[in-house]
């Protein structure tokens, strides 16, 4: 079992002059969230889809042109570990630490190009809320870590690091031709029951997504949630065919 904080990576770029269309590709391994100016690029979750990493790697192209500012723009990405840094079974290949693969292409209005490319010059950092990030295991959110408006031109960013480069897997780079995945559906427990310390939230189906709520608490205090596909007979979760697998999210 591994833990291994998301990746906050940023950077700040100008523009000009006025921009005709401006696309984003895409790879952020295992998987990413891309922001531009403080706005998300995509309703896309957990992109780009998983894949045996040595023989191919998706990438994903939006058209950003929407959110682009007349002169100082910023680009935000998140990056989570995904399948491509499991580390978690026997039986699952790891492919190494998450890294970044991205280029803004902009076409001006005058018929001139430019290119905002993933270098060195992008800053990053490890030390933001998400403090574990496993797709058997959970995430662990710490919000006393938040980082603020960090996806936005301006953000004091002197305690980051510098970007590293970092080998590409050796697989193919491939558009990704299937659609991304998407919250589709906003569900509420179809009941809540007490049961001794804690509280058991039956949504009415199997399903796959996040839990949204609100806590008033003390800094320090924490929320975990247990996940689970059926109920004992006793009420209580039935987890025994996750085998060592934590499904836990903590708050």
Known sequence: KTRLAARYLR?????????????????????????LNGKKVSEDVFAPMPS???????????DVTALMASDKNTLGVILGNGRFFSMRNPGMKTFGLPRLLAQLRIEYADGSQ???????????????????????????????????????????DKGWMQAQ????????????MMPGMKVTETLKPVSIKKLGSKYILDIGQN???WVRFRIKGQAGDSIRLRFAESLQDNGELYTRNFRDARSTDVY
């Not at 269309?21 to 952020?28: E, F, K, P, W």
């Not at 045996?52 to 939006?62: A, E, G």
């Open 11 to 35: 950077k700040e770029f100008t523009t000009d002059r006025a921009v005709e269309r401006a696309v984003l590709y895409i790879s952020g391994l295992g998987s990413y969230e891309a922001y």
């Open 165 to 176: 480069r970092v080998s590409m897997p050796s697989g193919t780079l491939r558009a990704q």
């Open 207 to 209: 399903m796959a997504g």
């Open 114 to 156: 430019a290119t905002v490319v993933s270098d060195t010059s992008w800053k990053i950092t490890s030390k933001g809320p998400i403090v574990a990030n496993n797709e058997f295991d959970g995430e662990e959110y710490d919000a006393r870590k938040e980082l603020g408006a960090w996806t936005q031109t301006g953000y004091d």
């Open 52 to 62: 045996l990493y040595y023989k191919r790697i998706y990438y994903n192209v939006y």
